[in-house]
């Protein structure tokens, strides 16, 4: 899904990055397993052995049995065994316990394929069934954005991330990672901050306090981003270490090569400004650790647009319901900072082809482990947007 805004010859975008990664449906990854005929009187028994014996613990979407009809409508059962081994089928090759019941059943096997990934859509589904049958679970989840944005909502992404690279750019000499917490019910700027690893980035001009959208992009048109030093950029942005040395998920080890001097291996700016956007909490609501538990007040979305609630009177539970957007696409301990505080859905400008967890090197989104998704989107600007920041930062610390 992309949404685009024509900008001259350069066209802006907000590409959702699924959970993961997208494939045309006759086009998805497979992975052979063996499999074998069976009698329809003992599939009832084998299942439950091999569930206990070789259950398909990352395969959990494919069915274990396949019927299909034959010679006059007479069903046929197959069973999945297992995994398929290097020998092909050769019994010699299967686990013992597998070998043990082709014998006890004088099975006969056969490699076939099964699909790698569960089905995200429907028409997946139906493709994968050509292979071997499989559960279909739509998302039970319906975040905005995922199905598209509208013009006014596009317009506000860009906006907000154009004002997230202005701050990732805006200390003198340095180019950093920027993270900024939004109420999108009353686009309200939460929390803004920069990466705070190295004592030597200037942190003059970031944004730590609430402040309305519009008046931070009067601010950020004044900033006058087409008269920068495109000549001295030729590669990607996001590619280049030279560029990105300071940027915190990018090179989440950078801390480690500090000899002396002050800086903290945790103060990525996603990291900052939540403790930013707590302790704003805690200065809204001085009172309220007194008047009940912080995790029993679990804040959905919808208190804060109905039932006449505003932002102001109900504390929220951690970051419930914000957007975050940020320069650069967050690493692994970012964005599972970011799970715990529950945020609704995560922006972010350029991919982290190092270690970035969105996407780029993994895919935390789509980890049903956890306890919490939120929907992750890339947006794409005009390149001179961003690059022309960067000449601008660079430049002016090297003068």
């Known amino acids: 899904m992309k949404n685009t805004e024509s900008a001259s010859p350069q066209v802006c975008q907000i590409i959702h990055i699924p959970e ?66 290097e020998n092909d089928g050769e019994v010699d090759g299967m686990p013992y316990e597998i070998r043990e019941i082709v014998k006890s059943y004088q099975l006969s096997t056969f490699i076939t394929k099964v699909c790698k990934y569960a089905a995200t859509s429907k028409e997946e589904w139906e493709e994968q069934g050509k292979l071997w049958p499989t559960s279909y679970h739509p998302p039970t989840y319906n975040i905005s954005g995922i199905t598209g944005f509208s013009e006014e909502e596009s317009q506000s992404v860009f906006g907000l991330m154009r004002h997230t690279i202005y701050l990732a750019t805006s200390s003198i000499g340095q180019v950093v990672n920027a993270a900024v917490i939004i109420d999108p019910s009353t686009k309200q700027v939460i929390a803004s901050a920069c990466d705070q690893v190295i004592s030597s980035v200037s942190l003059e001009n970031e944004v730590n306090k609430e402040g309305s959208f519009s008046n931070n992009l009067e601010n950020l048109k004044a900033s006058n981003l087409e008269n920068q030093q495109m000549s001295l950029l030729d590669g990607s942005i996001g590619n280049s270490k030279h560029l990105t040395n300071k940027v915190a998920c990018v090179h989440p080890w950078q801390w480690a090569m500090q000899s002396s001097g002050s800086w903290h291996p945790l103060w990525h700016a996603a990291i900052v400004a939540i403790e930013h956007s707590a302790a704003r909490d805690l200065q809204l609501f001085p009172d309220y650790n007194a008047l009940s538990p912080l995790k029993k007040q679990k804040i959905k979305e919808s208190d804060f647009k109905s039932k006449g609630h505003s932002y102001q009177s109900v504390r929220p539970y951690l970051c419930t319901g914000y957007d975050i957007y940020l320069a650069w696409e967050p690493c692994a301990m970012c964005a599972m900072a970011l799970v715990h505080q529950r945020v609704r859905r995560i922006f972010f400008s350029s991919p982290n082809y190092n270690a970035g967890a969105l996407g780029s090197v993994h895919r935390l989104q789509g980890e049903r482990s956890l306890n919490h998704h939120y929907a992750v989107f890339r947006v794409v600007l005009p390149e001179d947007v961003f690059r022309n920041k960067v000449v601008d930062a660079m430049t002016s610390g090297s003068g």
Do not use: M, W
């Open 20 to 85: 993961k990664p997208s494939f045309l449906p006759h086009l998805q990854p497979t992975v052979n397993v063996l499999a074998s005929v069976i009698e329809p009187k003992d599939a009832n028994t084998l299942v439950r052995k091999l569930n206990q014996i070789a259950p398909l613990e990352n395969l959990q979407h494919v069915k274990r049995v396949r019927k299909k009809c034959i010679d006059e409508g007479k069903p046929q059962l197959s069973l999945l065994l297992c995994l398929a081994v």
